[in-house]
């Protein structure tokens, strides 16, 4: 299984490289102020009637990076930085998580069944690593257990999918941010060519996530097989 480690490995400095990238991209666009000069409350607000929602708070949220849309309770959850500034991250940011917004309010079918997964994968995503210990007979088993290891790679998968389905429910949501942007001219040529960058660079977080995820299900699967052909 050296192949798998050395994937590992690889997938986890391309991680740590995408993610140092994307923070340096968005301390760098942060300094940029947007032309129209609206705050990414007032971006997000925009959108948001723009597209016809008027259920849905933006608010601010504690923590850097730290933005999301939940449709639970319906709220924007803006970061102070993207919340308060005038930047063209801080719009790039806002017009994104509203696109979650706009899926919500158009009943994107992807975001439906990533909503649909998400008391699942909070349940697997806490057994999966043990049972599979179990299975495997670090905690005591033995030599282990193949039913009991089987079980524990069926809740990693579930963990694993659930990031793969991430994948479009993101990028769609970039998508519907950067044609709103361009629509409604919020940003020049140039504004939009540089929050087009942060928001992939943004998605490729989530890429990196789902290929490693993918990559460890595929290694436990290998020694399922190996184990039931001994």
């Known amino acids: 299984m050296i192949g798998y480690y050395l994937l590992s ?7 740590m490289a995408v ?16 032309s129209e000069g609206l705050s990414g409350k007032e971006v997000a ?13 933006v608010i601010s949220a504690d923590g850097f990076l730290s933005d ?20 063209i991250s801080a719009a790039a940011v806002a017009a994104h998580e509203c696109g ?34 179990a299975g495997l007979g670090v905690m005591g088993f033995g030599g282990g257990n193949q039913t009991i290891l089987l079980i524990g790679i069926v809740l990693f998968a579930a963990s694993t999918v659930f990031s793969l389905i991430t994948l479009p ?8 941010a950067l044609r709103w942007m361009e629509h409604t ?3 020049t040529r140039y504004e939009h060519d540089k929050a087009a960058d942060a928001l992939q660079w943004a998605a490729r977080t989530y890429l ?10 595929v290694y436990f699967v290998m020694v399922f097989l190996n184990r039931r052909d001994d």
């Not at 490995?9 to 991680?15: D, K, N, R, T």
């Not at 607000?45 to 849905?56: F, Q």
């Open 68 to 87: 999301h849309y939940n449709p639970t309770d319906k709220t924007v959850n803006l970061s102070p930085d993207v919340y308060s500034g005038r930047s």
């Open 45 to 57: 607000e925009k959108m948001l009637r723009d597209n016809n929602i008027y259920d849905v708070r």
């Open 169 to 176: 429910v993101e990028y769609d949501a970039s998508a519907r």
């Open 185 to 187: 001219n919020l940003t």
């Open 9 to 15: 490995g690889i997938l986890f400095l391309i991680g």
């Open 208 to 217: 990196v996530a789902a290929l490693a995820s993918v990559a460890q299900l």
């Open 19 to 34: 993610s140092s990238t994307l923070k340096r991209k968005f301390q760098e666009y942060g300094e940029m102020p947007l």
């Open 100 to 133: 979650h917004a706009v899926q919500h309010a158009t009943a994107y079918s992807m975001l439906q069944l990533r909503s649909a997964l998400v008391p699942i994968v909070q349940i697997s995503t806490t057994l999966a690593q043990w049972v599979i210990l």
